[in-house]
Antibody, heavy 121, light 108 residues
Framework: EVLLLESGGGLVQPGGSLRLSCAASGFTFSTYAMSWVRQAPGKGLEWVTSIGGSGSPTYYTDSVRGRLTVSRDNSQDTLFLQMNSLRAEDTAVYYC??????????????WGQGTLVTVSS | IQMTQSPSTLSASVGDRVTITCRASQTINSWLAWYQQRPGIAPKLLIYKASSLETGVPSRFSGSGSGTEFTLTISSLQPDDSATYYCQQYNSYSRGYTFGQGTKLEIK
């Protein structure tokens, strides 16, 4: 069974930093691209970033490029999202998702339960 | 690429046939997915490549379309289908893998 477990969310001040993790199990992690998708409170889904199985390439939505950085540790089956220069509009539940078929597609066939990031003073 | 769903909300009865439409601002060929999200729970993939049913998804769900116009159909609505449904285009990373704004489906 594919399992994805996010952690690292919390309350952070504007301009601050946070690092999210997503621990994967139940599949060969290194052979799958992974994505982060977020959902602001009461709002719809927004694709944030994707990363290839080997760690490259990486793609970002325009609003986070240069502030959020996706990475992975295939030896630990873990996906990361380093979040810097956080803004109020980054407040959301952040989901990690496995890209269907292995290659980068942004198409999530398995999702974690999400972790809430709140940016507020 | 902008994705526009209609309607935004929908109320229907058990056993009804329900259709949700998704329009893309430019052609995305068949790179269109549908997700179901119940409150407080992560999205679930239902349909990919416009019409391919994800493993384990009931056959009452179906998808159609290509280019810029797509539909999700539930052939016989069940109580468990109460949820918000999102379309997503995954045609090109350069334009972002954008989602529609969602359609909230309520059971009468």
């Amino acid at each position: 069974e594919v399992l994805l477990l996010e952690s690292g969310g919390g309350l952070v001040q504007p301009g601050g930093s946070l690092r999210l993790s997503c621990a994967a199990s139940g599949f060969t992690f290194s052979t799958y691209a992974m994505s982060w998708v977020r959902q602001a409170p009461g709002k719809g889904l927004e694709w944030v970033t994707s990363i290839g199985g080997s760690g490259s390439p990486t793609y970002y939505t325009d609003s986070v490029r240069g502030r959020l950085t996706v990475s992975r540790d295939n030896s630990q089956d873990t996906l990361f999202l380093q979040m810097n220069s956080l803004r109020a509009e980054d407040t959301a539940v952040y989901y990690c998702a496995r890209d269907k078929g292995g290659s980068i597609s942004g198409l999530g066939d398995s999702w974690g339960q999400g972790t809430l990031v709140t940016v507020s003073s | 690429i902008q994705m526009t769903q209609s309607p935004s909300t929908l109320s229907a009865s058990v056993g009804d046939r329900v259709t949700i439409t998704c329009r893309a601002s430019q052609t995305i060929n068949s790179w269109l997915a549908w997700y179901q999200q119940r409150p407080g729970i992560a999205p679930k993939l239902l349909i990919y490549k416009a019409s391919s049913l994800e493993t384990g998804v009931p056959s009452r769900f179906s998808g159609s379309g290509s280019g810029t116009e797509f539909t999700l159909t539930i052939s016989s609505l069940q109580p468990d289908d109460s949820a918000t449904y999102y379309c997503q285009q995954y045609n090109s990373y350069s334009r972002g893998y954008t989602f529609g704004q969602g359609t909230k489906l309520e059971i009468k």
